[in-house]
């Protein structure tokens, strides 16, 4: 099961410092002959953009990747180096990375989205990103998922002995959801998604994947998903709310900038926005990279069961959602 697999778990949130931490490996393979990691400064500064290092005199350096210390820092000029892909003014010692640094760079964020394996291979991967194979602790850890009749009672899919699948986005009733284009290339087959809500009692969404009332809805935990997930599963999962927005992002052309890091955020973007008038599904998804099949598949434990309340007749271990006599709820 696990002792060859690598499971990373990277918040939607958090994105961007995951794409820093890429940085600051690489940064360290390509200029340990000029540095030295002092791992007893990094704990602290995990999170940060930056990277405090020995130089060859063994003095402490602050290096800053594509970004300048905030106004509000408080540095020694002698004690800092930051590093830019494009020569600026500065009051500190500004450097330029060197081509190694921005050609591998550019490799590595081309191709961690599609093939993750890459991030394995880097030098200082058990320091910077171990962090990542931790199960995170989601606040709300309550997942529900909406379910018809037939399909709790297919007998592949075998929704009552705790399956769950991450499943093709072309596959989904909106033909506008992960709709990604890049340079000409469309990237919704290369994921699988995995979609839950936070509400068991939503009367829209009974009436439209609860079968008119008369279905089902199973509640997991999200910690459990992602615990199932890491026994199995080699690769990046991302996971967060889905953003509901009037207009969805573009297709686009993506030209690299080092200190955007856009082309990645783009992606997830695109697989992390619907369109406003879903909003009502109140929707936290789990996203891998994956397109070997349509599905893949995880069991994972069934916490409760609930049938709508036009169900007939009441199945065992299930509990009944009645109406309200005086409002337009469920409980």
């Known amino acids: 099961m696990k002792d060859d697999l690598r499971t990373l778990f990277i918040d939607k949130e958090r994105m961007e410092d995951f794409e ?13 002959q000029e540095f030295s990691f002092d791992d007893s400064y990094y704990i602290e500064n995990e999170f940060n953009r930056q990277i405090i290092v020995l130089d060859q005199n063994k003095q402490r350096k602050i290096i800053y990747l594509f ?56 030098r200082f991967y058990d320091l910077i990103f171990a962090k990542y194979e931790q199960i995170p602790k989601i606040s709300n850890d309550d997942a529900f998922k909406y379910y018809n009749n037939s399909a709790v009672n297919d007998r592949i899919r075998c929704i009552d002995k705790g399956n769950i699948s991450f499943s093709n986005p072309s596959r989904f009733n909106d033909p506008f959801d992960c709709d990604l284009e890049i340079d000409g290339h469309k990237l919704k087959d290369r994921f699988r998604v995995l979609c839950t809500t936070d509400r068991y009692n939503n009367i829209l969404m009974w009436s439209y994947y609860g079968e008119d009332h008369k279905g089902f809805c199973y509640s997991y935990k999200k910690s459990e998903i992602l615990s ?60 891998i990279v994956y397109n070997d099949k349509d599905y893949y598949t995880i069991k994972t434990e069934i ?29």
């Not at 820093?20 to 340990?32: G, H, M, Q, R, V």
């Open 20 to 32: 820093y931490d890429i940085a600051k490996a690489l940064f360290l393979e390509i200029y340990n």
């Open 67 to 122: 970004n300048q210390p905030s106004g509000s820092e408080k540095i020694d000029k002698e004690d800092i180096v930051i590093f830019y892909k494009i020569n600026r003014k500065s009051q500190y010692n500004t450097r330029i990375l060197n081509k190694e640094f921005i050609i591998r760079y550019e490799e590595i964020l081309n191709q961690y989205i599609t093939n993750s394996e890459v991030i394995f291979t880097l």
């Open 228 to 287: 199932q997930l890491n026994k199995y599963y080699s690769g990046i999962c991302f996971y967060g709310y889905v953003k509901y927005d009037e207009n969805r992002p573009k297709y686009k052309h993506v030209k690299r900038e080092l200190e955007e890091l856009s082309g990645v955020k783009h992606i997830l973007d695109c697989i992390f926005t619907k369109y406003e008038r879903w909003a009502h599904e109140e929707e936290f998804r789990f996203i």
């Open 303 to 331: 916490h409760n069961i609930y049938e709508g309340c036009m169900g007939n007749p009441l199945r065992i271990g299930a509990k009944r959602l009645i109406k309200d006599k005086e409002k337009y709820d469920l409980f």
